[in-house]
């Protein structure tokens, strides 16, 4: 089923995929990394001035890494504001995806911390590094696949 973003964005020829709606009814989106910060830029122009967050997830052990955005429309006089939910994809390997900061600064931590917890670049982000854990920290603690350095699991203690 598309939703009304999802129809809008296919009426201009923007490229993406629908996934849906989730259990609160809003629109799911998949964009392409390479489309990513056009198609913010023109979801910020279309009126989604307010990124309410930006979170990452590793999909499943050995597969991809995903980052997740939730933009709303902010108009004075509405009461229930529309919402969309991004999803960008990226392989475990070199996971790059554009930075949104320079379209909502309010992105700045949260790149940050799914940077530091998952490893997924951001490019263009202007300060980039490690927010949660130290900079000497070696590996990217959300991914399924992490084992944790120098972990010794006390065994058959009595």
């Known amino acids: ?16 995929r629908s996934l849906g709606f989730d259990y609160q009814g809003i629109e ?9 910060h056009s198609i913010a830029v023109i979801l910020y122009v279309y009126g989604y001035n307010y990124l309410r967050f930006q979170c990452a997830y590793d999909v ?9 955005y939730h933009l709303t429309r902010i108009e004075y006089g509405i009461d229930q504001p529309e919402e969309v939910c ?28 799914s940077y530091d917890m998952l490893g997924i670049s951001y490019d263009n982000h202007p300060r980039l590094k490690r927010i949660l854990m130290p900079e000497s920290w ?14 010794y699991e006390i065994q058959d203690a009595h």
Do not use: C
Not at 1 to 14: E, F
Not at 60 to 67: D, T, V
Not at 142 to 151: A, C, E
């Open 60 to 68: 499943a052990p050995g597969g991809l890494l995903a980052s997740v």
């Open 138 to 151: 070696i590996g990217w603690p959300l991914r399924k696949d992490y084992i944790t350095p120098n972990f």
């Open 28 to 36: 799911t989106l998949q964009i392409k990394p390479e489309d990513w």
């Open 86 to 113: 991004i999803k960008v994809f990226v392989p475990r390997k070199n996971p790059r995806i554009p930075s949104i900061f320079w379209v909502w600064k309010s992105a700045d931590f949260q790149e940050r911390e």
């Open 1 to 16: 089923m598309q939703g009304r973003l999802s129809a809008w964005l296919v009426k201009h020829g923007l490229v993406h």
